[in-house]
């Protein structure tokens, strides 16, 4: 799998436009980009216009723009052009030409940079949001998700990538939040009509198959708060760089509510319905959506749960899953040994010939397995950071949450991410893409079948 984020500096960040090369040469341990078949070229002073078409001629150039702004004024010093040469030149040829020219000051690429991307949110600067954190950002946690130096690459997601969201409702309006709701244009507002046909009335932003209504929040009411639902989605779709609260892996994305957990958990009826809602508005409304996540567990085996899960991997959806906390004991089980629903499905998606299912452990901020985190060498794919997480809650507030609950956000945020820089990719590749690009830990050798943790960065 290409290293989609890897172009990363500590003080200075590189961006492609829209065509780019790479320059011959390193900075800070990182290739550097310039744009192809441009040079800056500093004239020295009182070279003549002949001196200078002598020395262009050589690399075939021609001056694109003369850069002469007010704080040069008082430098003594020749014409500083941007200069575009042959195209069949190679850069640093070029550059070796005009350098050897006595006109000629200094000759150099035209690099490419880019702002520095880091998040301003007070929960990701002041050392809380650890899960988001790398070994080259700032500040910086190692067994972070690494999604701090992917933004620093200028990879922060997209809206035209969507995600389901099947877990309890989700407080929409928050803050951090109602940038990246979906709303579905199919749909008029409370005018009581199944305008699209789908079987569901006003379905605005998705639907609530625990009430059976079109209100995926129910904040306060009848004891449901959607704290769940809400953190869940903080840590995939949190608005980064608003300067407020959290960042989540995608500053933007597009997410859908489909509620079927309420005040007394949620049954496998309505599980399944969740689940092919989100199909069906993939393969019937033609909506970009590459995964739903699912952090939710519990009962047995259900064909007709693993039914729909494979309609959805047959529509291109991956299924991230929660891998589970154990039992009453608060102590991690082996899910090799003891199956954890619905984690332990393997998609027998027909038509796409693959797996859709991810399972996802939890580590804490220090590398170690969470104590209360399912493992298995088979049966679990990978660990992400799931203990001590802060992620938006209800009420326009902000908890910490420990779980793997909260661990499979972090890849359902890097499925959406990677798809946003590749689009038209595939559900397999990226379920590759995640999985060859884990980082081996130690906490996870032998109780995960990478035997790694969630690198964003590493695409």
């Not at 003549?48 to 262009?56: D, G, P, V």
């Not at 050798?445 to 035997?451: E, F, I, M, P």
């Amino acid at each position: 799998m290409k290293k989609l984020f890897a172009l990363i500096l500590m003080t200075s960040l590189y961006a492609l436009p829209f065509t780019s090369s790479y320059a011959q040469g390193q900075r800070n341990g990182h290739a550097a980009h310039s744009v192809p078949g441009e040079l800056l070229v500093q004239f020295r002073a009182g070279t003549t216009h002949e001196y200078k078409i002598h020395a262009l001629g050589k690399i075939g150039g021609e001056v694109v723009e003369a850069i002469r702004t007010q704080a040069m004024n008082d430098e003594d010093h020749g014409d500083l052009v941007l200069v575009r040469f042959r195209p069949d030149l190679p850069e640093q040829a070029a550059i070796h030409s005009m350098k050897d020219d006595p006109a000629v000051e200094f000759a150099e690429p035209n690099w490419i940079y880019t702002h520095q991307a880091t998040a301003n949110d007070p929960y990701y600067t002041n050392s809380s949001l650890w899960g988001m954190y790398g070994d080259q950002t700032s500040p910086v946690n190692q067994y972070g998700s690494q999604a701090g130096e992917a933004w620093a690459a200028g990879h922060t997601g997209s809206n035209s990538v969507y995600v389901g969201i099947i877990d309890e409702g989700i407080q929409f309006t928050h803050p951090d939040l109602k940038d990246n709701v979906w709303t579905n244009p199919y749909e008029i507002a409370n005018n009581g009509i199944d305008d699209d046909g789908n079987g569901y009335i006003d379905d605005i932003h998705g639907w609530d198959f625990d009430g059976n209504n079109n209100t995926i929040y129910d904040g306060g009411i009848s004891g449901n708060s959607d704290n769940h639902g809400t953190h869940v989605t903080g840590t995939i779709a949190g608005m980064g760089n608003n300067g407020i609260g959290v960042a989540g892996v995608n500053w933007h994305v597009t997410y859908i509510s489909a509620k079927f957990l309420g005040r007394s958990g949620g049954t496998l009826a309505n599980a399944v319905k969740a689940v092919d809602y989100i199909t069906y508005l993939k393969t019937s409304r033609g909506l970009n959506i590459v995964a739903t996540n699912n952090s939710w567990g519990g009962g047995g085996f259900s064909q007709a749960l693993l039914n729909a899960i494979n309609r959805g991997g047959d529509a291109g959806i991956l299924f991230i899953a929660a891998a589970g906390n154990g039992g009453s004991d608060g102590v991690g089980d082996n899910n090799d040994a003891i199956s954890s629903y619905p984690s332990n499905y393997i998609c027998t998606s027909k038509s796409k010939n693959y797996d859709c299912v991810i399972a996802v452990a939890a580590i804490t901020s220090t590398g170690a397995k969470a104590s209360f985190s399912n493992y298995g060498a088979t049966k679990v794919d990978l660990g992400a950071p799931g203990s001590g997480i802060w992620s938006t809650t209800a009420y326009n507030k902000y908890s910490s949450y420990s779980g793997t609950s909260m661990a499979t956000p972090h890849v359902t945020g890097a499925a959406a991410l990677y798809a946003s820089v590749h689009p038209g990719v595939t559900a397999l590749e990226i379920k590759n893409a995640i999985l060859s690009s884990t980082i081996p830990t130690t906490s996870l050798s032998g109780k995960a079948l990478t035997n790694g943790r969630l690198n964003v960065g590493g695409f």
